[in-house]
């Protein structure tokens, strides 16, 4: 096992979390996860996220290691009622993806639709709180990922946490790293930072 924070540089600066952050994959972390005390800790700054309203438009559901059988169960049946066909490899990949990683948090975006505040927004908020999280937990020495993929866009799986008006804004796994990250490919400046120039009368 790597020690937590081998594979960073200098996490002291706050521009260094950020510039050394990156994801790993679920399925290549291993333990330690964070404690009670450091999740509470992690889902405490998620929650510090943009806000307009003050509506808290999200949840944070916590997936404890005793019930990872529970999910893969209620994902199983989720993926077999909308393909029942499945094959062994897609059932197997819903056993992996339930399993994987120490730690599982799963975000919601609920949105207030009695609210002023434009839905879409509040689900800017909802993806702000998921970037809080993969930030926190790199600066207390963890990888993380978000992931979302079909059990996201499922209603059966959606039900499991939250009723019509929720959505799964994605599946957090949190752990420590099986081995050092080599960092992905970043956009360029250029492609993504332009300078406004007002169109001419």
């Given at each position: ?5 081998a594979?960073?540089?200098d ?18 972390m ?6 009670e ?15 307009h ?11 404890n ?10 994902l ?7 393909k ?18 120490p730690?599982?948090v799963i ?21 702000a709180?998921?970037?809080n ?14 992931l979302?993929g ?15 008006g ?22 360029e400046?250029g ?9 001419s009368?």
């Amino acid at each position: 096992m790597i020690a937590a924070n081998a594979m960073f540089n200098d996490l002291s600066s706050p521009l260094s979390l950020l510039e050394t952050r990156r994801s790993a994959k679920p399925r290549d972390m291993i333990a330690p996860g964070p404690d009670e005390a450091q999740l509470h800790h992690i889902l405490a700054i998620a929650s510090r996220t943009p806000d307009h309203g003050k509506l808290a438009p999200w949840r944070f559901i916590t997936v404890n290691e005793d019930q990872r059988p529970k999910l893969e169960a209620k994902l199983r049946e989720a993926y077999l009622l909308a393909k029942p066909d499945a094959g062994r490899l897609e059932l197997e990949s819903i056993h992996e993806f339930a399993h994987q990683a120490p730690s599982l948090v799963i975000v919601l975006s609920v949105p207030r639709t009695d609210s002023q505040i434009p839905v879409w927004e509040q689900e800017l908020s909802a993806g702000a709180a998921c970037m809080n999280l993969l930030s926190a937990a790199h600066a207390l020495g963890f990888t993380a990922c978000w992931l979302t993929g079909w059990a996201a866009y499922s209603n059966a799986v959606r039900d499991l946490f939250g009723g019509p008006g929720t959505r799964i804004a994605g599946f957090m796994f949190i752990g420590s790293p099986s081995r050092p990250l080599e960092e992905r490919p970043r956009p360029e400046f250029g492609s993504v930072v332009q300078t406004w120039t007002p169109p001419s009368a």
